[in-house]
Structures are given as C-alpha cells and as structure tokens.
C-alpha cells in the first residue's frame, strides 16, 4: 500500500456542520472527493442542495439534514437520523459558526443574548454535535472528529469578545475530547484558519499585503488539510491544532505587513 | 489518488540512514518524489544503510543518490548540491532530519558538548537550508521540513542541552517561514514525541511501560507515523501552512 492510499477515505460517511458555505462546503467537497459519503449539515436548506449537487457530481451519496446545532434535540435527531441513513459515521466536521448577533459591539452594549449567542453558534454547536455522536464512535470503536477555530482563538483583537473566546474554547474541546477517548481510537484535531474571505471586495483585497504571504487563503486550500486530519494518515495525531494560515499567528498580524517582499528575500 | 501526488519532484533527505528517515524517504517515493539522501561519514554501515534505502526507491522506479557530506562544510554542500542538480535535478523538497539526543545532567556538559550538540542538531540544519533555500527562493518554490521534538515546549531533566536544541529549530522554522513565504517557499517542523526508534527515556524499558500508559493512545510513535503529516507538508496542496509546528506523538503534549 502506497502512503497516498492512506489519505483515501472511501467507505467513510462524514457529517459536516455549516455544509452549506465558504469552507463547509470545500471540506465537504474534498471529502467526497476521497471517496466519503457527506451529511451536509446547515439551517438553511438551499445552499444545503448546492453542497449535495457538487457531492452527488463526484459520485458519492448526499443526505441533507436542515439543523439548528445550538438546539441539542435538533443535533441528536440530526445524528440518529444520519446513523439510520447510512449505518455508520465515520467523520464528524464541526464547522459550523460566525460572528454572532453581538458582533461589533462594544462590551456594554452587549447583552445576555449576544453573549449566549456567540458562545452558542462557535463552541455550544461542537460540544452538542461532539456528544451526540460520541456513543456511536464508541461502540464502533472509531471515530475522526475535527473541529475548526480560528486565528482568534489563540490571540485577541480590540472589543471582540464572544468570538475569540468560544473559538480559543474550540481549541480546549478539542483536547479534551481527544484525551478523553484517545483509549477508544477516537482521535480528535482542530484546524485553525487564516483569513479566508469568501467574497473579495477590493477592500479586503487592499489589506491582503498585511499578510505575511501577501495574500488570503483560497478556499480550496481547507480540503487537503481536512481530508489528511480524517485519514489513517494522521492516526498518531490528535488533540492538535493545526494552522493553515499562510504564517499569520506564526508573525503576529500587526507586523505581518513587514514580511520581506521578493526582492529583498533573494 | 491525485491528492499530495509528488511525482516530479526532487526530495533531499539529510542526515538519512535512522529508521525514521528511511521511513520519511520511502513515503516520498512512493507519493511520487525522486529522493536523494545525505550521510555524515563514508563508514561502511552508514553508507550500506543509504544504499538499502535508495534500492527500494529505485525499485519503484525513482531516481536518487547518496551523497557523503559533512553538513556544517558549506563548500562541501555546495559542490555536491551542484553535481546533484546536474545528475537528477534541482532540490524541491528538503527535510532536514540530522537529529541527536544528548541526554546528560547540565552539570556534566561542557563547552564542547554543547558545540556539538548545537553543530549537530541546529548548524547541520540551518546551513544545507540556506544553501539549498537560495536556489528554491530563485526558483520560487520550494518545501522546508524540520524534524523537532515536543521537547522544545516541556521541562524534562537532563535534557537541557536537547531542549535547548530543539527549541532552537522551532524558532527557525517560524522566523524563516515568514521570511520566505512570498517566495513560494514554506518552512514547516514535525515535532515528535517519544517514539520506538529515538533515544530517550523510552530506551529504559521500566520507563517505557510507564510512557506506554501515559500516552493518551497507548503507544510509542512507530516510524511509519510520520509519514502522513510530512507528505502533507511538502505537497502542493499544503502552500499555505508556513511557520507551523505539526506535531505528531500520539496526544502526549495535550495531556494535563
């Protein structure tokens, strides 16, 4: 068996949360493009299709499944209906999260409800996803849970609050997951995103030389990353989180724009 | 699978005839690479160990050579990055894995010991990187892999001089990733942690059922683990991760 056979994941069923969108949809793409069956995971049922095309497109089975994750009967009816329909789950993605209904707030305007909401969509969403399929992973004795933070989960940023806190909260779940059932070959990682906007207005555009690579990631650059983490390749990894971020929390953001150009590299 | 396909690629492999760089050599080569490999000495077992490895590349129907060199000797490394360049090609993947472990009391190292351990484990690192990183940031690409240890990050007796190594490569790899990141070139590390074919406390067989417990996953790294996270790294699809530290040890470091 060559190494790149490892990275294969045919014969797995992956549930991805935020199906619908940005890096949910290319991680549940690259996924079926390794050979796994996707239950796309989102409220909002149309971009869910969209998803479900491109995956059925590859030839691999699609089932959609319209979830609020920060409701906990919704997540358990969405995993028990996921088991029913293609007997076992392999992979669960928790992607799902934003910014929250108090994002740009100052801290006192923010109220109960933003709180509870930031704190909800980023970090509640994969605890409850993360619980609920936890008893299947151990009775089939395996499981690949990777879950997704943010650059912000490891430093702050002016009146930013919910955000940074539940995704630096996604980077404890993940270690507490994993050695929690490390014993149960259940391996859990988390992967930390750079910027990686989804529409590029030339505003954003203007700020891309502040990066230290001088430019955002493309979103097709999850895939790979995601497919390695849920694979046997990666069976001696968990409770890692690993940066795609093209050096940004490596250098810090501020003097990332002083990153050499070129010409004064070589 | 199409996903972290090598093929055409040139690989140098430093420092290559342990377990673990035999088995990072033979992942490259089957993801498609050309792989060539370094020794320290032109002793008989090291370079017999080079030639098995290299058998079982050319066997899959890669090319590659063995070069003899001292990997703090810059014109050395030089002249042989040249003729290397002319016979297979230029170097387009460079996992620097010379790696010792010295493991003593502070108090009974010396000057010498640390010069050779930093000449060892860092010198021998960062002068093949600078020479073969010159010609990848001309070119405009190029992959940067470093082996390290976890070590870097914890406290553990006696191993002041390793630590303080490893620690050394970490700050490398970060500060370098970002000098050359608008070059095409990434620069990443592999941080391992107690594994079968390293030295350490696992040597001890008394310590070792010990580790074997208090790893999360219940066992030492084997060589083969390694495989997967460095593939990953020096592939086309990874052009976005720089400056990272991927460790691979089995859960240990997350571990109260």
Not at chain 1, 159 to 186: C, D, H, W
Not at chain 2, 77 to 95: H, K, Q
Not at chain 2, 210 to 216: D, R, S, T, V
Request: aromatic share 6%.
């Amino acid at each position: 068996m060559s190494i790149l056979d490892k990275f294969d994941l045919s014969g797995h069923t992956a549930i991805v949360t935020g199906a619908g969108s940005n890096l949910g949809r290319e991680m549940a793409i690259a996924l079926a493009e390794a050979g796994a069956d996707i239950i796309g995971v989102g409220r909002r049922i149309l971009p869910l299709e969209e998803t479900g095309e491109l995956v059925r497109t590859i030839g691999r089975r699609y089932f959609v499944r319209s979830t609020d994750v920060t409701d906990s009967s919704q997540v358990n009816a969405m995993v028990a209906d996921a088991i029913k329909e293609f007997g076992t789950i392999e992979i669960l993605v928790n992607n799902a999260g934003g910014g929250g209904a108090g994002h740009g707030k100052q801290l006192p305007e923010l109220t109960d409800e933003d709180w509870h909401d930031g704190i909800d969509t980023n970090l509640t969403s994969a605890f409850f996803c993360s619980r609920a399929i936890i008893q299947h992973f151990l009775d089939q004795n395996y499981g690949r849970i990777i879950n997704i933070t943010s650059g912000l989960g490891y430093r702050a940023a002016r009146q930013q609050f919910m955000y940074p806190i539940s995704k630096g909260g996604v980077i404890q779940l993940t270690k507490a997951l994993a050695i929690s059932y490390a014993r149960e070959n259940i391996r859990v990682t988390c992967i930390a995103p750079g910027r990686f906007p989804h529409n590029l207005t030339t505003d954003i555009e203007r700020y891309a030389d502040r990066q230290p690579a001088g430019r955002y990631g493309r979103l097709e650059e999850i895939g790979p990353m995601t497919v390695f983490l849920a694979s046997e390749a990666a069976d001696y990894i968990s409770g890692e989180t690993i940066l795609i971020d093209g050096g940004a929390i490596a250098a810090g953001i501020v003097p990332a724009g002083m990153a050499p150009k070129i010409d004064e590299v070589r | 699978m199409d996903l972290f396909d090598l093929s055409g690629k040139h690989a140098l492999v430093t420092g290559a005839t342990g377990p673990l760089q035999r088995s990072v050599v033979l992942a490259l080569a089957e993801a498609g690479c050309d792989v060539s490999v370094t020794t320290v000495t032109d002793q008989l077992d090291e370079e017999v160990q080079a030639n098995s490895i290299l058998n079982e590349c050319w066997s899959i129907g890669r090319q590659g050579e063995a070069l003899t060199i001292n990997l703090t000797d810059e014109a050395a490394i030089e002249e042989a990055i040249i003729s290397l360049e002319e016979r297979i090609a230029p170097v387009d993947i460079l996992v620097n894995m010379p790696h010792q472990v010295p493991i003593v009391p502070f108090l009974k190292t010396d000057a010498a010991a640390e010069s050779q351990a930093f000449s060892t484990n860092v010198a021998a690192v960062m002068i093949p990187t600078r020479i073969i990183g010159h010609r990848m940031v001309q070119r405009g690409v190029g992959r940067v892999v470093n082996l390290a240890s976890i070590i870097h990050d914890r406290g553990v007796p006696n191993c002041s001089l390793y630590a303080a190594t490893q620690g050394a490569i970490v700050g490398f790899t970060k500060s370098l990733g970002i000098e050359w990141i608008r070059s095409g070139v990434t620069v990443n590390a592999l941080a391992l942690g107690f594994y079968e074919e390293l030295a350490g406390p696992q040597s001890d067989s008394r310590l070792r059922a010990a580790l074997e417990q208090y790893i999360p996953l219940r066992r030492l790294g084997r060589s083969d683990d390694i495989q997967g996270a460095l593939i990953y790294l020096v592939s086309d699809e990874a052009a976005f991760v720089t400056s990272e530290l991927l460790v691979v040890d089995g859960a240990i470091s997350v571990h109260a």
